[in-house]
């Protein structure tokens, strides 16, 4: 299947993802003020981070992969269990997180008592908080998606981190940063 | 919102004004045709189209069903309906108020389920 193409054109991009616009401003804010919170441990954030991408099918999102989450030891064969995560070998927190997810991105109003309960097994209610404006922030690619505006400018699986301010920061390919390169 | 806003109250500061942002930069009585939309599909209430919708609306409200449903599988022709009613800038501002509206009802929704 070819690769998506880009739907519309803007006059006054630069040439990255975003027109820069108010909105475009305030949404980075707001991003960056959820990537700050850190009461989740950061394999759970990428593991969600990156079943938001399945679920919308962000091909930057995806290309990426999160160098806390790499320390601790994500690997390509725990990122391709996320989308069969119900049977997969994650924790039962990381489950209970991926079905918060899931609750937000595919069925709000199946959240029920169930779900909650399983949450505070695992989880506080301000790490439930975050893990909800996380989705919120992983989900910004709706936007690009549906215009089709979010191919990577790499080709290779990149790392990435954010800055004290919550804001991404781009890295090298991860073959090279677990090979220590 | 309230409950959130005491656990996480710099993303909630942030939300709202992205919130506010959102409403201002886009064609306030499309979006909240499109807002009642995506309510009703969110908390699974029957709809349908008022009568009367000009071709402008309808096209935005199908991108909008369309957009709650599975982002992944817009069409080309769906946005091309919309750029028949709005240039490339304005329909990227749109979509833009859009996923922040969406997604915070979302959120809305399951963290008052879930958290006490």
Known sequence: MSEPVPRITLAGSDGGFLLGNELDEAITAFAAAAVRADAVDPMTTELVRLRCAQVHDCRLCGSLRSSDALELGLDERM????ARYE?????????AALRLCDAIILAPASADP???????????????????LDVMKWSHQKMLVALRLEAPPWQETTVLS?????????????????TGR | MDRLRELHPDGIAELERTLSVARRSTDPELLDLCAGRID???LRVPFEDPEGLAPRERAYLEFTEQ??????????????????????????????????LEMARRVEIVSSAVIA
């Open chain 1, 79 to 82: 990122t391709a269990q996320i």
């Open chain 2, 40 to 42: 009703a599909m969110l």
């Open chain 1, 162 to 178: 954010f800055d004290e301010n919550g804001d991404p920061v781009i890295g090298g390919p991860v073959d090279e940063h677990r």
């Open chain 2, 67 to 100: 957009f709650v449903t599975s982002v992944s599988t817009v069409l080309d022709a769906q946005i091309a309906a919309l750029l028949e009613h709005a240039t490339p800038e304005e329909v990227y501002e749109f979509i833009g108020a859009l996923y922040v």
């Open chain 1, 114 to 132: 169930e779900l909650a309960a399983e949450l505070h097994r695992h989880f506080s209610d301000a790490q439930i908080a975050e893990l909800c």
């Open chain 1, 87 to 95: 049977t997969s070998d994650f924790d039962a927190a990381a489950i």
